[in-house]
Nanobody, 122 residues
Framework: QVQLAESGGGLVQAGDSLRLSCAVS????????MAWFRQAPGKEREYVAG????????PYADSVKGRFTIYRDNAENTVYLQMSSLKPEDTAVYYC???????????????WGKGTLVVVSS
């Protein structure tokens, strides 16, 4: 059983940077595809970024392309989401997900963390 724990959220100003962490326990992070999703108030959960078990990174969501970077630290068994040039529309609860196979569809992921809140003020 894989367990995921996100951290690093908080309140920042527009233009700031923030790094989210997803600590993986129960299995090696290299055993799974990993991804970050987010859910803004009143909206559906959406794909942000992903990384396959092979370390290949599929396309980012258009809304974060060029500003967010996903990467993995195998020694720490952790996946990170480095966010820069943050905008108020990035405000959301950010979730980490794991699954043997990568997909941009929310319903395809087996394991989820509880989320970490990011609030970007203008």
């Amino acid at each position: 059983q894989v367990q995921l724990a996100e951290s690093g959220g908080g309140l920042v100003q527009a233009g700031d940077s923030l790094r989210l962490s997803c600590a993986v326990s129960g299995r090696s992070v290299t055993s799974y595809a990993m991804a970050w999703f987010r859910q803004a108030p009143g909206k559906e959960r959406e794909y942000v970024a992903g990384i396959k078990w092979s370390s290949e990174t599929p396309p980012y969501a258009d809304s974060v392309k060029g500003r967010f970077t996903i990467y993995r630290d195998n020694a720490e068994n952790t996946v990170y989401l480095q966010m820069s040039s943050l905008k108020p529309e990035d405000t959301a609860v950010y979730y980490c997900a794991a699954d043997p196979w990568f997909s941009m569809a929310v319903n395809d992921w087996d394991y989820w963390g509880k989320g970490t809140l990011v609030v970007v003020s203008s």
